[in-house]
Structures are given as C-alpha cells and as structure tokens.
C-alpha cells in the first residue's frame, strides 16, 4: 500500500470519526419510559461526552489495525512485531468498550427504577429482532403495509438503505435479515 493511499484512508477515518451523527427524535423513547426533559437533556450530554471519550480511541485503533495490515501486505512474517500490534490492538479495544460500559453505566443512573424496568424490556424485544425478520422472510408473518410507521434506519430496520437489489444472499451476511420488498414496521412499544 502506497503512502498516498494510507493517508487517503486516515483522512476519511479521521472525518467519519468526527462526523456526529444527527440526533434521532425521541418522542417514541420520551413517552414509552416516561422521561422528562431534564433526562433527555442529561442523556444527550452524556452521549457527546461518551463520543468524546471514545474518538481518540477509535482513531488509535483503526491506526493499530491499519498497521498491522501494512506489515501483512508487505509480506511480514515477524511474529514477534505483528503480535505486539495486535496486543497493542486489543488492549486499545478494551478501553473502547470499558469506555462505553462507563457510560452506559452512568446513563443508566439518570433513570428511574421504573423507567429501568421498562427499559429492560426494551432489551428483550430487541432480542426478537431477527427472529421476527426471518420470520418475515418465510411468510410466517405479514410484511408490513406501506405507510405504517417507519423505525429509526437502524440496522436495515425502517428507513435506511439496507440490502441493495441483487446483493448476495443472507448467507454472506450472517445475523442480518435478508432484503425486504417494503419497508420493516417497528412494533409498537409495550405499555
């Protein structure tokens, strides 16, 4: 790999790193855990501190990973040097995640003991996401109809651009839905 093009590549890592992304709306969230302003307020700040924390981290990793992939491409075979990048590698990625189980762990406390309860149920319908979809894909359960409600783009859920027509199969992708003709309704909250 030339250096014009690992350079090429740190930039755009570096500008997507650096590109927040819009907030979602969060009247669905807002009314199904009850949360007041001052907790949404709370939880976004939370949220800018936590992508913060974690960008200088995620640059070093991807620095990590892009040199060890120079050294493979270049034909390395010091084991000693490309083990030290990947421990180096793996060590920055558990920063990364204790980073945002710290958060998470603080975000947590801005809620309630009901709102907790609720929100662990949350956690568990998630869990029957791809449950639903391949349900879906087989015909056990209706596709949505056009114009119900849209969810978040999150995933391939709702909006976004999910599988493009004539991708490879569902095979390739483990763990993801296979391409659906209309758009994936996002089940109303549980009360």
Request: aromatic share 2%; net charge positive; proline share 9%.
């Amino acid at each position: 790999m030339t250096a014009r093009a690992a350079v090429l590549i740190t930039a755009v890592a570096g500008m997507l790193v650096a590109q927040a992304p819009a907030p979602p709306p969060l009247d669905a969230l807002k009314n199904y855990l009850n949360l007041q302003d001052s907790q949404i307020q709370a939880l976004q700040q939370l949220r800018q501190q936590e992508m913060q924390a974690i960008r200088p981290l995620a640059t070093e990793l991807a620095a990590k990973h892009q040199s060890l992939r120079e050294q493979l491409d270049r034909g390395s075979t010091d084991a000693a040097a490309l083990g030290k990048l990947l421990l180096e590698a793996e060590s920055v990625r558990k920063r990364l995640i204790q980073t945002r189980d710290s958060y998470h762990n603080q975000a947590l406390t801005v809620l309630t003991a009901e709102q907790k309860n609720k929100l662990a149920s949350l956690e568990q319908a998630r869990k029957l996401a791809p449950v639903i979809w391949q349900a879906q894909a087989l015909g056990l359960l209706a596709p949505p109809e056009p114009g119900e409600m849209l969810g978040p783009g999150l995933r391939g859920v709702g909006r976004g651009f999910g599988m493009m027509p004539g991708a490879p199969g569902p095979g390739r992708f483990a763990g993801r839905r296979p391409a659906m003709g209309a758009p994936q309704r996002v089940p109303p909250l549980p009360q």
